[in-house]
């Protein structure tokens, strides 16, 4: 996310386009929070401001009091969705954080492989997959050490509260730029010119192996089985200290016995049953509850 400003919301309606008073702040940042998880100090005041006025354009509206009415009342529904797709950040990245993918490959992976071979269930989760690099940069991992992954039950679920990211991720589809943080070596043999010649695109490898799906981590979770590893980095982040505790607490349910969660480099996890494995990957030392 952007860095915080230190402005209050009665500060940024001085001279601007549209009204913003801190009671709008505060019923937008309570929406949100409600939604989503999310907890906007009011340090984001500027931001919020900045990125709903468009919301506030297109719509038509002349204060940020009318979009509070709208967004609170019963033909709210699709802007709250707007307005929680203009105040996330997808901001992400192939490959992101390396080593993690090093641990994967090296620690997490071999065991579950020869288990996979023997006919068990290896599954993997980007919980809050964004557009995408997360879960192939997975899929890539795997495919480096398992070239036929594909002919095992072996499968990566990504999911992410806003099907707009969800969609560009199913199409697969990434610029030069975006793909240089891939090593070269798995670029070319798992990646593909895309059809319209402009930028890449995700081979059928690694794509068979990743499940999109749209899920609220402050929501109920659907998924049965247990996961061998669960990214969920710089998504908590944005949450406060009781969801987060809550969040990670659930992450154990979902982790088989030694499974291992990795999260940002700015996030700790501070659960009894996990034991840091190093950086920022911890491992669940307990059986699921
Ligand atoms: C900064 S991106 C992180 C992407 C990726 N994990 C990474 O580290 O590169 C954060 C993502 O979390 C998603 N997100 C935020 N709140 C969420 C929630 N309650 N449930 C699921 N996803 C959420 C956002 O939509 C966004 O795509």
């Not at 998924?223 to 590893?229: R, S």
Request: proline letters at 4%; glycine letters at 8%.
């Amino acid at each position: 996310m952007a860095a915080a400003v230190q402005t209050r919301a009665s500060e940024v309606s001085g001279g601007n386009e549209f009204a913003f008073t801190d009671h709008d702040f505060r019923q937008i940042a309570a929406m949100l929070y409600a939604d989503s998880g999310i907890s906007l100090p009011e340090t984001k005041s500027t931001l919020v401001y900045s990125r709903l006025a468009k919301r506030l354009r297109a719509l038509g509206l002349e204060s940020f009091r009318q979009y509070c009415e709208l967004i609170s009342g019963p033909d709210g529904t699709d802007e709250r969705h707007h307005m929680l797709v203009a105040l996330t950040t997808n901001v992400t990245r192939f490959f992101r954080e390396p080593h993690h993918f090093d641990h994967l490959r090296e620690n997490v992976l071999p065991p579950a492989i020869e288990a996979a071979k023997r006919g068990g269930r290896l599954r993997l989760w980007s919980a809050g997959c964004s557009t995408g690099q997360e879960p192939y940069s997975i899929a890539l991992t795997l495919l480096s050490v398992l070239p036929n992954a594909g002919d095992y039950d072996i499968r990566i679920l990504a999911s992410d509260i806003d099907p707009s990211v969800i969609a560009t991720a199913r199409r697969g589809i990434y610029s030069e730029s975006e793909v240089a943080s891939i090593p070269a070596d798995l670029r070319r043999r798992f990646l593909e010119p895309a059809g319209d010649g402009r930028g890449l695109s995700i081979g059928d490898d690694a794509r068979a192996l990743v499940a999109f799906r749209e899920l609220n981590l402050i929501g109920s979770w659907p998924m049965k089985h247990a996961f061998q590893a669960i990214f969920c980095r710089n998504v908590v982040i944005y949450f406060d200290d009781e969801t987060q505790q809550k969040t990670w607490r659930r992450f154990q349910e979902h982790l088989a016995p030694g499974g291992q969660l990795y999260v940002g480099h700015s996030e700790r996890v501070g659960v009894t049953g996990f034991v840091s494995s190093g950086l920022t990957s911890y491992q669940f030392t307990g059986q699921p509850r």
